[in-house]
């Protein structure tokens, strides 16, 4: 497999004028982490980096190299624009490789059923794991071949992980169910219910509210 590389530019740009990097495109961030003796400022372009995550993620390790430098790290923290949904700055954590590092990573699907009146649920999309950096899949494969019936359900403890890696999700934990129809719709008109009688006690009380605030209006 092909080592992972991230190019980034050392950064001397700091504070609120890291905008004038996002207007070309780039991407303030700093490296950090106990192998290292102090933070280093650095940027990534912008569309490189988009690409890059999608593709790796939080738990995947790789080289990030900018000129004077390089260091094996993770994407620790990503913070997005929340209307353009677009990174505003990153957080690559340079982690001991000696040392076990506990990490999410995503979980993805296959052989999912398609069983007659039945919905397929998916309650997780993450597995908390434990493993030296280096060890730490990118992602853990749920097969969903088993579920064959209203009722079956996949646990955390049925994904199969790689040698050196712990979970630390508990393994009773249901990362899919498959559910009949019929259960699922009463489940939604009880919802559909109680949320309906919230609102009719809320209106309740404000009509309430409101007699007593205009009868102390009279009073005084």
């Known amino acids: 497999m092909a080592e992972l590389i991230l190019r980034a530019e050392p950064r001397t740009i700091l504070g609120k004028k890291v905008k004038q990097l996002r ?16 933070t280093v400022s650095v940027s990534v372009d912008a569309r490189e980096f988009d690409r890059f995550y999608l593709r790796a993620g939080h738990s995947t390790l790789f080289t990030l190299k900018w000129e004077g430098g390089e260091q094996p790290v993770v994407i ?21 490789l000696r ?17 007659t009146d039945t919905i397929l649920t998916h309650n997780m999309t993450e ?10 899949p990118q992602h853990v494969d749920a097969d969903l071949s088993g579920l064959v019936a209203a009722g079956d359900s996949f646990r955390a ?4 992980l ?12 249901v990362v899919a169910i498959l559910s009949g129809l019929a ?14 009688a919230e ?17 102390e209006g009279g009073d005084s």
């Not at 040392?99 to 990573?105: H, P, R």
């Not at 403890?157 to 199969?160: A, L, N």
């Not at 050196?164 to 508990?170: A, D, K, L, S």
């Not at 259960?183 to 309906?196: D, G, I, P, R, Y």
């Open 76 to 96: 620790r923290d990503v913070q997005m624009h929340p209307v353009r949904q677009t990174p505003l700055h990153v957080d690559f954590f340079a982690p001991n």
């Open 162 to 173: 790689p040698r050196g890696v712990e979970m630390i999700t508990p393994e009773d934990d």
């Open 23 to 38: 207007r070309v495109g780039r991407v303030p961030a700093v490296v950090y982490g106990p192998v290292l003796t102090e």
């Open 157 to 160: 403890g049925d994904i199969v």
């Open 199 to 215: 609102s009719e006690d809320g209106e309740t009380a404000d009509a309430d509210a409101g007699s007593d605030s205009s009868g």
């Open 127 to 136: 597995l908390q794991v434990s493993a030296l950096p280096a060890d730490i």
């Open 99 to 115: 040392v076990v590092l506990t990490a999410s990573v995503p979980i993805t699907f296959s052989n999912e059923p398609d069983v």
């Open 183 to 196: 259960a699922v719709e009463e489940v939604e008109e009880t919802a559909a219910e109680e949320a309906a």
